[in-house]
T-cell receptor, first 114, second 116 residues
Framework: NAGVMQNPRHLVRRRGQEARLRCSPM?????VYWYRQLPEEGLKFMVY????????ESGMPKERFSAEFPKEGPSILRIQQVVRGDSAAYFC????????????FGPGTRLTVL | DQQVKQNSPSLSVQEGRISILNCDYT??????FLWYKKYPAEGPTFLIS?????DKNEDGRFTVFLNKSAKHLSLHIVPSQPGDSAVYFC???????????????FGQGTILTVHP
């Protein structure tokens, strides 16, 4: 039973470029969450999605960031026009239906903006 | 606004002894609490959880205690092993301020080092 998959594991972008981070949840899990960890800090919630729906985006920056979880395929976190402050580890988690608190995390994508 | 706090950045214990990691929270709407362990360059790994209807939950060497009146929880690891060396995060969720149970609020983490 594969765990949460994230790719790429490392992503380097120059300022102004776009970053796309992908997350495939565990089998049977229909809820996906994205978190960001800045250096020396804890994880900060960004967004909670179910298939084709955004449930809670209270942690998403208002500009440049978007997330989707389509009917088919992985969840995508998209960051447009990246800036150096976007450099962080981005973690995806998934949970089974009816248990949003039981989140299992992927290995993360480390984004570096040059 | 740090709603979940781990006030000890690091903890060092001897192998075989007890490790006690502490966590405080400020939002009384939190009613579900979790502990995660994290190694460098990996995602957090779920360890143990507790709901607010309980004050203790045990799983092998790991026990979580919840004191709702003090808004405090702790993770006990007995006996501690060198492989337990990692960063430990506590997290909380609930219908806090209108947001969903899916939103976990994490503490800053405590680095545990277990010496052989």
């Amino acid at each position: 039973n594969a765990g949460v998959m994230q790719n790429p594991r490392h992503l380097v972008r120059r300022r102004g470029q776009e970053a796309r981070l992908r997350c495939s949840p565990m089998k049977g899990h229909s809820h996906v969450y994205w978190y960001r960890q800045l250096p020396e800090e804890g994880l900060k919630f960004m967004v909670y999605l179910q298939k084709e729906n955004i449930i809670d985006e209270s942690g998403m920056p208002k500009e440049r960031f978007s997330a989707e979880f389509p009917k088919e395929g992985p969840s995508i976190l998209r960051i447009q026009q990246v800036v150096r402050g976007d450099s962080a580890a981005y973690f995806c988690a998934s949970s089974p239906p009816g248990h949003p608190g039981e989140q299992f995390f992927g290995p993360g994508t480390r984004l570096t903006v040059l | 606004d740090q709603q979940v706090k781990q006030n000890s950045p690091s903890l060092s214990v001897q192998e075989g002894r007890i490790s006690i990691l502490n966590c405080d929270y400020t939002n009384s709407m939190f009613d579900y609490f979790l502990w995660y362990k994290k190694y460098p360059a990996e995602g957090p790994t779920f360890l143990i959880s507790i709901s607010s209807i309980k004050d203790k939950n045990e799983d092998g060497r790991f026990t979580v205690f919840l004191n709702k009146s003090a808004k405090h929880l702790s993770l006990h690891i007995v006996p501690s092993q060198p492989g337990d060396s990692a960063v430990y995060f506590c997290a909380a969720s609930g219908w806090a301020g209108g947001t969903s149970y899916g939103k976990l609020t994490f503490g800053q983490g405590t680095i545990l080092t277990v010496h052989p």
